[in-house]
């Protein structure tokens, strides 16, 4: 793993034996950008006739399930880890997930993900279905969502399945406890090695979750939380040369 080449950058996590890293950096989005992510999203999830909540992820089961009661998924993930109600709890929903289509997140910061992943010189690709593979020049972007939490939401504990995740906080939570004794909670939770990341606007969370790095997001105790997440692949095997261009369909072989 090389580490990306900022400044400000945090590490809470590097495993030599697996390869995995977890890092964050503050300020990775402007305080601006966070606010047009949310305007556009709340805009997705005010139109109610728009079918806007994304039925990708374990967040969409989960609400499902809890339309009738409890989440069975979210319960045995729950279970699994130990972990109280008061952390997370398996009969509140999971937050609202909306999908951006790629132009909304912009050439701009695109280029800055792919900087911070050490791919600058590779183009981004936007497509879900694995069928479509990363290459030399080139790292898939499988998803793109905002999710919005409100209190008492989270996210049971689960990996990602893709090669990494790029996960920026959009706004600020109080950390503090305050006269009724809630916490603001909602801290991105990596029970096994013992990390969280506590959400702070602007800042980005990179960490690798193909396999490992099982997480999930605390129970959110008052006011609201938003994210934009992106899950990326990017490894290839040169076994699978030659490669195709999709755009040009120049074949290539590095």
Known sequence: TTLPRYSNIKLHHLSGLDDDIIVSIPDFLSEYECDTFITHSNQLISDKDSDSESDL????RVNREVEAGVSQEALDLIQEQGLTELELAANAPSGFRTHLHYSVIGDAIIHRVLELLGFAHRKADFEEGIWVKPDPRTVIFRDQTVVYYQQGEGVAPHVDGKDATVLIYLNDLDTDNDASGKSAGGCTVFPEIGVSVAPRKGTAVL???????????ERLGKGEKWILQMLIDYQYSQAHAPFVDRTTGEIFFE
């Open 57 to 60: 992820y374990l967040n969409y």
């Open 207 to 217: 960490y690798q979750s193909k396999k490992s790095l099982l997480h999930y997001s």
